[in-house]
């Protein structure tokens, strides 16, 4: 099944843009082609000149298409593509976050399998979507209009916490679970964030999941919060660090894996409904925006 690439808008504040897909001819396939040829040059421009663009200002800025409007958490693949999702569906998205291209998109199951999907994450070559009671999908890379096999784990911390973020932490081999609220009245105070390994132990079996807290005073810190809700989780690749957005809060977080606080910010002008995170290995910073009162987003700054 062949399908053509999608352009998204790239919004005013960074130059015009095409907000659909034209029919395939020679000459739209070239003006495109032009386009997306400025669009990765002015994203060149500003990660080779940070001092161009004023702290806080994206350096692209994406409208999405309405496949995306419940755009969820972000992963990004061992050579740097980017896979995201929508709320409901089990459908999969990569998208061109340079050039600002859905590049393809994939089905998980026929019909497509339904249920809370909250964030997504990539293991070697297996890709999982997490529900947020704690059950994992997973299911190998489709190609594009491509129908893939899945299989289901419940991990069973549904009754510890419900979920909107999940990471894939190389250094642990584990896969970070952030708790957007927890069921444990002993940790309501603290930010819950699940290890759970991805390989059985020695003895073969499944290898019981560790957690971290860490309390909600020193999250907030100076911040009015009233509290902090974790809707997507990444791994800083520069030093390990968890870093976190959170909708409510309009916030973003760096702990390190002990749970000492890096910084807890609000996130610039603009976000909405943040729903996903991402850091990329060329020092880009990629939050996704549900489409609320418009389209859903997809946002770039220079990182750190």
């Given amino acids: 099944m062949t399908r053509r690439p999608i352009l998204v808008a790239l919004l005013a504040a960074l130059g015009a843009g095409t907000g659909c897909a034209k029919p395939a001819t020679r000459d739209t396939l070239a ?3 032009l386009l997306l040829n400025q669009r990765q040059a002015r994203l060149d421009r500003a990660l080779a000149n940070p001092d161009s663009v004023a702290a806080g200002t994206p ?3 994406w409208q999405l298409p309405d496949q ?3 755009i969820s958490g972000l992963a990004l693949t061992a050579n740097g593509r980017l896979l995201t999702h929508g709320d409901e569906r089990g459908k999969v998205f990569e998208v061109d976050y340079r050039q600002g291209i859905v590049v393809k998109e994939f089905t998980v199951g026929s019909p497509a399998v339904r249920g809370d999907f909250e964030s997504i994450a990539i293991v070697g070559d297996t890709v999982m979507l997490l529900t947020s009671d704690g059950v994992l999908y997973r299911f190998a890379e489709g190609s594009n209009g491509a129908v893939v096999e899945y299989t289901v784990r419940d991990t069973g911390l549904g009754v510890e916490c ?10 642990s081999r584990s896969l970070l679970l952030a708790c957007k609220r927890t069921h444990d009245k002993a940790l309501k ?7 759970l390994p991805v390989e059985p132990g020695k003895d073969g079996k499944v290898q019981k999941p560790s957690h971290l807290s860490v309390p909600l005073t020193r999250v907030i810190g100076a911040n009015g919060w009233g509290g902090f809700h974790p ?3 990444t791994v800083n690749p520069f030093n390990g660090d968890y870093v976190l957005v959170a909708s409510r809060e309009k916030a973003l977080l760096e702990i390190t894996p002990t749970g000492e606080v890096v910084f807890a910010r609000p996130l610039p002008a603009g976000h909405d ?3 996903g995170v991402a850091i990329t290995k060329d020092h880009i910073l990629i939050v996704s925006d549900e489409a609320k009162g418009g389209p859903a987003l997809l946002t770039l700054y220079r990182w750190p």
Avoid: N, T
């Avoid at 419900?162 to 250094?171: L, P, Q, T, Y």
């Fill in 162 to 171: 419900e979920f909107e973020g999940m990471a894939f932490d190389a250094s």
């Fill in 68 to 70: 995306l409007k419940e």
């Fill in 31 to 33: 003006s495109d082609s």
């Fill in 231 to 233: 809707s997507d989780i």
């Fill in 273 to 275: 409904q943040a729903e």
């Fill in 189 to 195: 105070d603290s930010l819950v964030i699940f290890r």
């Fill in 59 to 61: 350096i692209a800025l």
